[in-house]
């Protein structure tokens, strides 16, 4: 995996990315095909107890990232065609580590201990000295304390909440979102660090873009690709953002005009098509969500 955008649209577009191709450190095919199975069949999350447990320290991914590439692919997760999975205290960035953790007496946990260090010797950052320093102890108690959640903290990190709180929300209520059907969604790569999903309404009047930006500010002029086309007569307004204040953002300027498009880099955007206000000169709409 690269995290690449064409990663993110296959996996939205088919689940698994490996559906019978080589896997490399496998050394053998991997996957089996996803065809014919209803999306919701697919688990979305961004982090799991087996990812985050298996570093030196269990650090969650919203240490490991920027706030706006946390909140832009917190959208892609909440808002894609399969399940998502949220891992606890996720929905408002938790401060609690999750480290692994064993309870089992003094012989065999020394030996867990001596195993758990061979394991994840097995990636090359861990294998320094200095980091063998930041395992922790699988078997003490103080390992256990560390990864209790504070519930103090919905109302501390308030932003990242609201975010998740409003992503479900839209998920749940939006009528074309919602719908979350086989072959409701097309996507396409934009630049090597955005792209774009299209959630397809009868008749394309009520289509949703879900335009997604992981790097630096990005110009388009012409904007060549298919999807980002409106409906007939119709322009793009912004329904959502992941800039929004209310999660911590900067706030989300005009996105675009009929010849060129400006995607605000570490964020996304989710819009649906307008007809324009002709009693102004103003060429984008915006709606509030």
Not at 125 to 151: N, Q, V
Not at 209 to 220: E, I, Q, S
């Amino acid at each position: 995996y690269r995290g690449t955008p064409q990663e993110f649209v296959s996996a939205l577009k088919h689940g698994y990315l490996y559906q019978g191709q080589w896997y490399r450190w496998q050394q053998q095919p991997r996957g089996t095909p996803t065809f014919g199975l209803p999306p919701a069949a697919m688990i979305d999350f961004i982090q799991n107890h087996d990812q985050v447990a298996n570093s030196a320290r269990g650090q969650r991914v919203h240490e490991l990232t920027s706030p706006g590439v946390y909140r832009a692919v917190t959208a892609v997760t909440l808002l894609a065609p399969g399940t998502p999975m949220l891992f606890q205290g996720q929905e408002f960035a938790t401060s609690s580590r999750f480290l692994f953790f064993a309870d089992h007496k003094p012989e065999l946990a020394r030996l867990v201990g001596k195993g758990r260090v061979e394991f994840l010797e097995q990636w090359r950052s861990l294998r320094t000295p200095d980091m063998r320093k930041c395992f922790a102890d699988p078997g003490a108690r103080e390992t256990f304390e560390c990864c209790r959640l504070d519930y103090g903290e919905v109302a501390k990190h308030a932003e990242t909440y609201a975010l998740h709180r409003d992503l479900l929300r839209l998920r749940r209520e939006d009528e074309i979102i919602s719908r979350q059907g086989a072959h409701g969604i097309d996507g396409a790569v934009l630049s090597e660090s955005s792209f774009v999903i299209r959630f397809f309404s009868p008749g394309h009047d009520r289509d949703r873009l879900l335009v997604v930006n992981l790097g630096a500010d990005l110009a388009l002029s012409p904007a060549p690709e298919p999807l980002l086309a409106t409906p007939p007569s119709m322009r793009w307004a912004k329904l959502w953002s992941s800039d929004d204040p209310e999660y911590g953002g900067c706030g989300t300027a005009l996105f675009g005009d009929e010849e060129s498009w400006r995607i605000p880099g570490q964020a996304a955007l989710v819009l649906h098509p307008v007809y324009p206000d002709k009693s102004t000169e103003t060429r984008i709409a915006q709606a509030q969500f």
